[in-house]
């Protein structure tokens, strides 16, 4: 496999090439700084522009042409990184090898079409499109609490800090999705196209000067823009007393979210003892937190740990009964603190070394997750993954500890759910 990244002034594109895979798979990355107010009308935007365009009135004749390209796959997704909120649109398509000479071109052309020629008239989108686009976002927002994991997350960190990016509700807000019309949606549009910093990855086995030709004919991007916020969240100072939060939900069990920010650390002990102990912690298939709530004191349904680098947090989420509560606490409390304290082998270690070891060789097993982990690279800073995984293999047990000791458990969350046994 060959990385090679291009900075074309304007955006930059980065080429895999790999003959692992049948498809040429293609991501192109929007993102700029994250704003409250705009997450609804991003989330229109990127739905809107799969409806139709300029050339394609509708989503059935979209539909039609990309099963005329051999069935390529086109959509969307956004989500927040950091700092940042990021819109993709992906394509996927059969290397011409497997198709016809020129399907690729064509499959471009057609991503070309979606993002540069969209259905707008007289400097507005189509009323029955966004009506369609509002009505599904609508929905969605209705049906947040319906999963309970996820929105047990959302309300975990409103509860930590309502200012901080972290907080936003990714789903978007009812009172911004009234305020959407079709002129204000397209001067979105013009302001993404034209402010927004843009990263196209291609993955697949293709030839590299070819394909650089081909993105430069079908994606028209200007203005050349600069970085000024960093990706990584800051927090204030943590609470000297845990703040604990409540609510009520139509749910057979409760969830558990805990926030625990992350105090200064340096970049080394970020990316690499911190993700190694994450593993020991809660993030593994042999994680203390399951063997010790789950397993030995059947506390939970299910419990994990995930850390997030950008967010500068260690988040913690669980399954329990509500009447476990204050018990499920004080043990995931007392395993953080074991773990500061250094109550953890050299076994533990090596084990969590080879979950990661096993996570990095899974990287390449299809072309998305190779896009997904060069794109992380490019917003973090991290070494390759080849390089970390060298670099892993030496961290060492005190290291652990010492980031470990700047963990603390600040916010604490409970989705109480109606249907638990004490009821």
């Not at 020129?102 to 499109?129: Q, R, S, W």
């Amino acid at each position: 496999m060959q990385y090679t990244r291009k900075d074309l002034g304007s955006y930059n594109l980065h080429l895999i090439q790999t003959d692992k895979f049948k498809t040429i798979t293609m991501r192109i990355v929007f993102h700029s700084p994250i704003k409250k107010n705009e997450i609804t009308k991003r989330n229109v935007l990127s739905e809107i522009l799969l409806q139709s365009t300029s050339k394609y009135s509708s989503k059935r004749n979209m539909i039609i042409e990309a099963e005329e390209l051999y069935a390529a796959d086109i959509y969307n997704n956004t989500q927040r990184i950091g700092n940042y909120i990021m819109t993709s649109f992906i394509l996927q398509v059969l290397h011409d090898q497997y198709t016809e000479s020129g399907n690729l071109e064509k499959a471009i052309e057609f991503m070309g079409e979606i993002l540069f020629h969209p259905d707008v008239k007289n400097g507005k989108f189509k009323e029955d499109k966004l009506s369609i686009v509002k009505k599904n976002c609508e929905v969605a927002l209705s049906s947040m609490k319906e999963d309970p994991v996820d929105y047990s997350m959302v309300r975990l960190k409103e509860a930590y800090d309502l200012d901080n990016p972290i907080s936003y509700r990714m789903l978007g807000y009812k009172e911004d999705l009234d305020k959407i019309d079709v002129s204000n949606l397209y001067q979105y549009y013009l302001k993404m196209i034209e402010n927004d910093f843009v990263d196209i990855y291609v993955a697949g086995n293709f030839d590299p000067e070819e394909l650089l030709l081909l993105v430069k004919k079908h994606f028209k991007f200007r203005k050349i823009k600069r970085k000024r916020v960093p990706f990584e969240v800051e927090h204030k100072r943590c609470r000297r007393r845990r703040l604990i939060a409540k609510e009520r939900n139509h749910n057979s069990q409760s969830k558990l979210a805990v926030a625990c920010p992350i105090g200064k650390l340096k970049i080394y002990d970020k990316n690499y003892p911190l993700v190694l102990g994450n593993i020991i912690f809660g993030g593994g298939v042999d994680s203390k937190l399951f063997k010790e709530v789950r397993e030995k004191n059947s506390l939970c349904y299910t419990i994990y740990s995930a850390y997030s680098k950008l967010d500068n947090m260690m988040y913690i989420s669980a399954g329990i009964d509500k009447a476990n509560f204050d018990k499920t606490v004080k043990l995931v409390t007392n395993i953080l603190e074991k773990l500061k304290k250094g109550k953890f082998t050299d076994k533990d270690v090596n084990i969590a070394k080879e979950y990661y070891q096993s996570s990095i060789t899974s990287i390449e097993e299809n072309p998305m997750s190779i896009i997904r982990e060069y794109l992380t690279e490019e917003m973090t800073g991290l070494d390759s993954y080849q390089e970390r995984a060298q670099i892993m293999s030496k961290v060492k047990r005190k290291d652990i500890i010492r980031t470990y000791k700047k963990i603390k458990m600040d916010t604490i969350f409970l989705l109480e759910g109606d249907q638990d046994e004490e009821d």
